[in-house]
Structures are given as structure tokens and as C-alpha cells.
């Protein structure tokens, strides 16, 4: 059974071995470690018989989050956990007052722009050149809700 959970620091090595397998330019193991005590953040991840099959970091600032990553391990694709992880950070965010979510996508990555706009995240700009390895635009994708 799949469970979604803060993440905590025995997390961490399995994250960032998913950031390699899933990013070009991944987080390194100290970058995310430092997620853990920075007030701002708040990362969840998905975790099936101690194993992290996906993960999401935010950070929020005056009730406005920025999603950092999102990423699911291949093993553990096509059921449903990049979206569980969404929506779970989501209605984390509502419950410490954030009002909205932002996040970069890759222009090429549809299966994951097809995924926001289902949960109802609108494209509201473009950041040209976002991406490196390979460079690439970013769509940025917004959702917003009441408090």
C-alpha cells in the first residue's frame, strides 16, 4: 500500500537517486537535505514498502507556493502517484494558507501538461530558454483556490 508523507531525512538518498534517473540537471543529496529545514518548504513523498515510488517539493512565500519537482521512479509509473502527489500537496498548501500553486514544465513534457490541466492548472506564461540539458522552454502553469 502506498502512503504519501512529509518527507524526512531517510528519505533523502532514495530522492536524490530519483532526481539522476529522472533529470538532466538533478538536485544533489546536500540540496535537498536542506529542504527539510527551511521553513518554507514542504515536500511530500510517496512511499510503498519503505521504498520512495515519487516525490513533490514546494516552497511557499507569502501565501504563493512554487512547486520545485515533482518526478515518480519508473517502476512505480502509470498508477496514479504523480497525481496523488498533486493533489495531497494541494490541500496540504490550503491548510497553511496558501492560495495558488505555480510550477515549470518542460514545453515538450504533454503527458505532464495533460496531468495539470486535468487537476486544473492553467498556462498563465512562457520562460524561453527555462530549461538546460537539453535547452528548452518553460510553460508555467498556475492553480489557484479559495482559502
Known sequence: MMNIIPMEAVHVPQIAELETICFSDPWSENSIAQELTNP??????AVEENR???YIGSQTVMGET???NVAVHPDFRRRGVAQDLIVNLVEALKAQNSHCLTLE???SNTPAI??????GFSQVGKRPGYYRKPKE???????EWEI
Do not use: C, T
Not at 518554507?40 to 513523498?45: E, I, K, M, P
Not at 495533460?114 to 487537476?119: G, M, P
Open 40 to 45: 518554507l518548504s514542504l515536500w511530500l513523498v
Open 52 to 54: 520512495v515510488a515519487g
Open 137 to 143: 522552454d518553460a510553460f508555467i502553469l498556475r492553480k
Open 66 to 68: 512554487d512547486m520545485m
Open 105 to 107: 514544465v518542460r514545453a
Open 114 to 119: 495533460k496531468l495539470y490541466e486535468k487537476l
